[in-house]
């Protein structure tokens, strides 16, 4: 409590009330903790691991930014400056689709170099293309705190088809060695 204190002392707000808390909570849930992960796993970590980590950045990022947008009213009232809220609200709308496009299409390209297995990429492009009725429903309620329920379940539905494929992609190719 007394480090919590002296932060919020010298730089006003904690990062949860800034633009930088998606992006700090995609870096440590969807990065930090795969790295942790794979090193206890392997007894290694470097670059490679690194960017296979890339994909949970973004969809831990987006997951957040669909909560921060439709929470975005109720914070500028308490104060805070999320993403949505900085980017405004049709900016934070198309936020949404691009953070997902990304997570899916990092993980088809990492595929492509080889960094993944082939079978994340193409597990990965299957999820995504069943993805897009998904994104285009949360773009048509649109992101308030009325539509959060129905939005939550739409990202997490995007983040549930992506995650059997890239732990399946990557569970295939590493029983087949490919």
Known sequence: MLLMSKYQGRL?????RTAFGEL??????????????????????????????IPGFFFIASILAVNNGCDAREDRAAGRRTLAITLGAKTAALLLPSLGFIAFASTILLAVAGILPRFCGLFGAAAGLASILIYKKMLSRGLSHVSKSASMRGILGAFSLWSPSFIGGNLLGTVLGV
């Open 12 to 16: 006003g707000l904690p990062i949860s």
């Open 24 to 53: 700090v909570a995609g870096a440590f849930l969807g990065s930090a903790l795969f790295l942790i992960t794979y090193r206890l796993q392997a007894g290694t970590w470097g670059a490679r691991a690194f960017l296979a980590s």
